[in-house]
Every structure is written in C-alpha cells, then in structure tokens.
C-alpha cells in the first residue's frame, strides 16, 4: 500500500495505490487522520489504483467518514474498481458515503454540497 | 480452468496473512479462476483467518498468539470452488454472529462484524462444524 497526496483548489487528493489489508490499514488510517487533523475538510480519495481492500481497510474509510461529517467537512472517494466497488456494496458503505466514478465526479460533488450550503 | 487443490498450513501469526494472500492469488491464476471468483475467495479466507489469527487462540481479545497451526484447503471442481479453514483454536460459529446494521446512516455505523458479514455475502454456501478440538468451516461459491 503506498499513497500520494496532492492539493486541488481547498480538495487534498490522496491516491491509494496496492492493497490494503490488515497490516496496511494502520498506515493508511495515520495518513488519512493526519490530514483531518491538520484541518483539511474536503478529502477524496482516488482509489482507482487499488486492487484490494479487505474489512480492517473498510473501517479506516468509515472512521474517516464519520469523524469528517463530525467536523462539517466531507470524504468523497472516486474511481473505485469493480471488485472494490462490489465490497463497498455488500457491506452497505454506497449508501453512506460519497462515491463518485471518477475525480471529476468527485470534485463535483463538493461543489454541490456548497451549493446547497 | 482447471481442476485442482492446494493446502496451505499457517501458524497464528498475522504476518500470515500476507503469505496466504499470495498464495491464494498465485493459486487463483494457475487454474485460471474468473477475476471475481478469485477477489471473492481471497477475501472470504483473509476475513476468517484473519479472525482465528486475532481472537481464536488468545485468552484476551485481540492478542496475538505464536505457534498454533490453522491449515486451510482450496479445491476447484468446476463449477464449483470450495474452501476450508480448519483450527484448533477456541470453538467460534462466526454463522452465530449477527450482522451488522448496513442499513443504518453513517453516524449509527459501527466498526464490527464486517469481516464476516463480507465473507457471508461473497459465498453461497458456509457451513461450520465443531470437531473437537477443532473449529471446521466450510465454504463454497459457484465459479462465475
């Protein structure tokens, strides 16, 4: 598991690339949890190059959820693979986060939710 | 695909489960198993033995413990793949578990219980059986 950041306008990017299992979900939520922590409240998340996430990698993305709709801030996550994608449904995660088919989408749907504002 | 069987043998220890990965992968390509099938397979046995790793042989939860052997067996007969995960860790139904709330809003959530509500809903059929000392699950899904 390896993960790249980058900023788009106030939207930090974080790519997560391999597999994220058991030994890579501790990393992976230090990463995530230091950007919240150091104030950032619109995350996405590219998952386009992840080939595979098991239950301890979902809890790292529900935290994450949980604690930025605590904090008025949103978690996107964009270009989830088909296997990925069919994990993220069965366990009932497409109906509460933010999933969008590609960055694009995803940055669209921060710019929504500003609009509703 | 093709026909055939591997038996890995672990020891309780979660660095483990990297290694059983592999295999398992390795294992899903040589018989040319369909990309979903071997995603399934692979995740449903991370889950399960990922459990007997944490919880099934230590006294406190959580806590890791060497030494102990968890053997695992994968057959492919077409159309049928069935796997079984076989420890002598202490007697645990994970059928008996109840499944999380997936329909609950995000704040309502919980953490637990998503490993084997995933392994359940990857396969089509899970059986488990106590055969003193030993904890026998078996599973089995269509190849598709």
């Known amino acids: ?117 | 695909m093709h026909e055939g069987s591997i038996t890995i043998r672990l020891s309780a220890d979660v660095a483990e489960i990297e290694r059983l990965n592999r295999i398992v992968r390795q294992f899903g390509e040589l018989h040319e198993l369909p990309g979903r099938t071997l995603y399934a397979v692979n995740l449903a046995l991370d889950e399960m033995v990922t459990n007997v790793i944490l919880y099934g042989f230590a006294e406190t939860k959580g806590e890791e413990t060497k030494g102990e052997e968890i053997v695992v067996r994968i057959e492919v007969h077409p159309p049928e793949l069935r796997c079984e995960i076989v420890d002598g860790g202490r007697e645990f139904d994970p059928m008996q578990v109840p499944s999380p709330d997936i329909q609950a809003p995000l704040r309502e959530r919980e953490l637990g219980g998503l490993g084997i509500h995933l392994m359940r809903a990857l396969m089509d059929e899970v059986t488990y059986r106590r055969e003193h000392p030993k904890n026998v699950l078996t599973m089995s899904k269509r190849i598709r």
């Open chain 1, 1 to 117: 598991m390896q993960t790249q950041e980058e900023s788009l306008g106030d939207v930090t990017v974080l790519t997560i690339t391999g597999h994220l299992d058991t030994s890579s979900a501790t990393p992976f939520e230090s990463v995530l949890m230091e950007v919240i922590d150091r104030g950032e409240r619109k995350v996405m998340v590219d998952c386009g190059p992840l080939e595979y996430v098991n239950s301890a990698g979902l809890k790292v993305f529900l935290l994450a959820a949980k604690k930025l709709e605590t904090l008025d801030g949103q978690l996107v996550l964009c270009a989830l693979s088909p296997s990925v994608l069919m994990v993220f449904e069965m366990i009932g995660f497409t109906r509460i986060m933010n999933i969008a088919a590609s960055r694009d989408e995803g940055l669209r749907m921060f710019r929504e939710q500003r609009a509703e504002a």
